[in-house]
């Protein structure tokens, strides 16, 4: 197993919702991220797990909650949204930190 | 200052047609990957290529480290080719105490048939 599987694929949800976005591998990678698109912009980071614990925060609203039950599974709770969070939501994993990613295909998110 | 540049940022090309693309980074690299984004928002691994030339099938990428430049070559491009491509560097975070994937901005490439 080659893949990071990201669910679901689409999500819309309104500001008093509370969503969680899922992301899992098999590749036995260490490391795992959340990466946030606006449209026609790169990837932004927003969580580094390393190991099953957060080692970065990019000064994230708290309305994002990760959490890394283990060490295949990342999730990504949302809580109290605001509109201009709708983006695609990108998972990515890697054998350990800094070697290469492999990508989600995303959940493409629309706050309402 | 910008740490990942890339080069040009739209390219528009006749199907069968040869090309380019470049990214500039700013400091010493460790990691550093090609990435296509398909007009479905997947980002797909080109290439994981910190130093040296790789190829598959009608792409090939070159690194050279001391230089602090990579280049990804497309031949022969298809329609299929149309999507974003990324240059993404391993790079020290603005505060110093940790390393993060950088993106560059990307280029559009448009294969028309």
């Known amino acids: 197993d080659t893949e990071v599987t990201q669910t679901p694929k689409h999500l819309v949800m309104g500001m008093t919702n509370k969503k969680s976005l899922k992301c899992e591998q098999h590749m036995g990678h260490r490391a795992m991220y959340w990466y946030k698109q606006k449209a026609k912009k790169p990837p932004e980071l927003m969580f580094v797990y390393s190991y099953e614990k957060l080692s970065i925060n990019e000064s994230v609203p708290s309305r994002f909650s990760p959490e890394c039950p283990n060490s295949s599974l990342l999730n990504l709770h949302l809580h109290a949204l605001q509109p201009e969070d709708s983006a695609l939501y990108l998972c990515a994993s890697s054998r350990n930190r800094g070697y290469g990613y492999t990508f989600g295909s995303g959940t493409r998110l629309t706050v309402v | 200052g910008i740490q990942v540049e890339q080069s040009p940022p739209d390219l528009i090309l006749q199907e069968g047609a040869n090309s380019t693309l470049r990214c500039n980074f700013s400091?010493?690299?460790?990691?550093l990957q090609w990435f296509h984004q398909n007009p479905w928002g997947q980002l797909i691994n080109l290439f994981y290529i910190p130093s040296g030339t790789k190829q598959n099938g009608r792409l090939s990428a070159t690194t050279v480290a001391t230089e602090r430049y990579s280049l990804l070559y497309i031949s022969s491009s298809q329609t299929t080719d149309s999507g974003v491509y990324f240059c993404?560097?391993?790079?020290?975070?603005?505060?110093?105490?940790?390393?993060?994937?950088?993106f560059g901005k990307g280029t559009l490439l448009t294969v028309n048939p």
């Open positions: 993404a560097v391993w790079l020290r975070n603005s505060g110093g105490s940790n390393y993060k994937l950088t």
């Open positions: 400091d010493s690299v460790n990691n």
